[in-house]
């Protein structure tokens, strides 16, 4: 007999949104009967750890949350604070625990099947979603896609990533605060460009430091990790340490857009989707957000699903902010000391978080080098 390759959902891509919207899917009550996940890879390595700030008392993925804080830190030239984040919390979940508990938990439902293979092309017809593999064609009513990113970007537009290098280290010494992650540290030298430290302490021996860039392109792993060694020795003060673990990665921080060449029966989600925050690189929280949309859409039975979007006024101010760094009017960590230094700590976690209001947006504005934000403003909306 023919196999059906014919399913309600398909979910393109298994790392943190294809994961995060089956494992919603799992728990909303949506009816369906098959929906299949595909991934190139087995999803077996710690490859990156994921941190985000809520207010929420419960969170999904709360059942694997490696560590959470109710303090953070930020240090810059002439100021240095250890915020009270209450009634936020600073949350890290490891990748290796995510994709763990949500394949274990995926599998004991026969309504998942799982493929592990490339996916060369996604297309929409009439009345499917058609994903191709070098040996099988697929259909589905709809394919959550975030395999594939496609990034338009114009001209004019500021195309940023955040760049980073992480050490998971271990020190003889207990160096570490425990309770207080590093949140930004802007020691380390500028270069004209935009460069901190975060350090996330796992005890008062471990912590993951991660030299960190905002700019158009990444540095040299020797960069890296001279920057890493300066920070540990020099700043930290550290006789010796051990590396345990290295992550490094990209981020998107771009006024582009993320296309869909695909139709309108394949849904881009995750940094495909457009859910990595443009101003800061932060996602995590922001896939959740969105995948609770998609859910809703789905609960409601949309017959003409419709791609869930951020507000405008937040996508108005990252550009802004983009424009800022990228014009180097004023040095990048004069903005974040700012940020930091001016404003209500809970405020600002709402703002970056797209949770605030106009009123409390305007405070924030009001609190950063006004003349060239002024000049970005008019260069970007007029
Ligand atoms: C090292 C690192 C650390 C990060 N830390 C944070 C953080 O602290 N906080 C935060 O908010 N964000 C963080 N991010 C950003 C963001 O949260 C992650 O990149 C997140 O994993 C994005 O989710 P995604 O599902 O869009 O992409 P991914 O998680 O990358 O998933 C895409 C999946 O598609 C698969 N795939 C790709 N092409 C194909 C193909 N042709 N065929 C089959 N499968 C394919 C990949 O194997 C992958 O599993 C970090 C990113 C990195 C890289």
């Given at each position: 007999?023919?196999?059906?390759?014919?399913?309600?959902?398909?979910?393109?891509?298994?790392?943190?949104a294809?994961?995060?919207?089956?494992?919603?899917?799992?728990?909303?009550?949506?009816?369906?009967?098959?929906?299949?996940?595909?991934?190139?890879?087995?999803?077996?390595?710690?490859?990156?750890?994921?941190?985000?700030?809520?207010?929420?008392?419960?969170?999904?993925?709360?059942?694997i949350?490696?560590?959470?804080?109710?303090?953070?830190?930020?240090?810059?030239?002439?100021?240095?604070?250890?915020?009270?984040?209450?009634?936020?919390?600073?949350?890290m979940?490891?990748?290796?625990?995510?994709?763990?508990?949500?394949?274990?938990?995926?599998?004991?439902?026969?309504?998942?099947?799982?493929?592990?293979?490339?996916?060369?092309?996604?297309?929409?017809?009439?009345?499917?979603?058609?994903?191709?593999?070098?040996?099988?064609?697929?259909?589905?009513?709809?394919?959550?896609?975030?395999?594939?990113?496609?990034?338009?970007?114009k001209?004019?537009?500021?195309?940023?990533?955040?760049?980073?290098?992480?050490?998971?280290?271990?020190?003889?010494?207990?160096?570490?605060?425990?309770?207080?992650?590093?949140?930004?540290?802007?020691?380390?030298?500028?270069?004209?460009?935009?460069?901190?430290?975060?350090?996330?302490?796992?005890s008062?021996?471990?912590?993951?430091?991660?030299?960190?860039?905002?700019?158009?392109?990444?540095i040299?792993?020797?960069?890296?990790?001279?920057?890493?060694?300066?920070?540990?020795?020099?700043?930290?003060?550290?006789?010796?340490?051990?590396?345990?673990?290295?992550?490094?990665?990209?981020?998107?921080m771009?006024?582009?857009?993320?296309?869909?060449?695909?139709g309108?029966?394949?849904?881009?989600?995750?940094?495909?989707?457009?859910?990595?925050?443009?101003?800061?690189g932060?996602?995590?929280?922001?896939?959740?957000?969105?995948?609770?949309a998609?859910?809703?859409?789905?609960?409601?039975?949309?017959?003409?699903f419709?791609?869930?979007?951020?507000?405008?006024?937040?996508?108005?101010?990252?550009?802004?902010?983009?424009?800022?760094?990228?014009?180097?009017?004023?040095?990048?960590?004069?903005?974040?000391?700012?940020?930091?230094?001016?404003?209500?700590?809970?405020?600002?976690?709402?703002?970056?978080?797209?949770?605030s209001?106009?009123?409390?947006?305007?405070?924030?504005?009001?609190?950063?080098?006004?003349?060239?934000?002024?000049?970005?403003a008019?260069?970007?909306?007029?």
């Amino acid at each position: 007999m023919k196999e059906d390759l014919t399913y309600e959902y398909i979910i393109a891509g298994m790392g943190c949104a294809g994961l995060s919207l089956a494992m919603q899917l799992k728990e909303s009550g949506v009816a369906f009967n098959r929906v299949l996940l595909l991934d190139k890879d087995l999803k077996n390595k710690n490859d990156r750890t994921w941190c985000f700030w809520t207010k929420k008392k419960t969170n999904w993925f709360d059942a694997i949350v490696f560590k959470k804080w109710r303090h953070f830190s930020f240090k810059s030239d002439g100021f240095e604070k250890r915020f009270d984040l209450e009634p936020y919390a600073y949350v890290m979940v490891r990748g290796l625990d995510f994709y763990e508990y949500c394949l274990t938990e995926l599998k004991k439902d026969a309504r998942f099947e799982f493929i592990t293979d490339e996916i060369l092309a996604l297309k929409s017809e009439s009345e499917w979603a058609v994903l191709n593999t070098s040996t099988q064609s697929y259909k589905a009513q709809y394919v959550f896609n975030s395999a594939f990113r496609k990034l338009s970007v114009k001209k004019n537009q500021v195309n940023y990533v955040q760049h980073f290098k992480g050490w998971l280290i271990e020190s003889p010494e207990p160096v570490f605060d425990e309770a207080c992650p590093v949140f930004m540290d802007f020691s380390p030298e500028q270069q004209n460009d935009c460069r901190f430290v975060y350090v996330i302490p796992f005890s008062k021996t471990i912590a993951l430091v991660e030299y960190t860039g905002f700019s158009n392109r990444a540095i040299s792993t020797t960069a890296y990790n001279e920057a890493l060694d300066t920070y540990l020795t020099s700043n930290l003060k550290l006789a010796s340490y051990k590396l345990l673990e290295s992550e490094q990665g990209e981020i998107p921080m771009t006024e582009g857009d993320f296309t869909n060449p695909y139709g309108d029966r394949v849904i881009n989600i995750g940094t495909a989707g457009g859910n990595s925050k443009p101003s800061t690189g932060y996602t995590f929280y922001f896939i959740q957000k969105h995948t609770e949309a998609i859910i809703q859409q789905l609960k409601n039975g949309s017959k003409q699903f419709k791609m869930p979007v951020r507000e405008k006024r937040f996508l108005i101010y990252d550009k802004i902010l983009l424009d800022v760094l990228n014009k180097k009017t004023v040095p990048a960590k004069k903005v974040f000391t700012a940020l930091f230094q001016k404003n209500d700590l809970q405020h600002l976690l709402a703002f970056l978080n797209e949770e605030s209001n106009i009123k409390q947006d305007l405070k924030i504005m009001r609190s950063v080098p006004i003349g060239a934000f002024a000049a970005s403003a008019i260069r970007k909306l007029i």
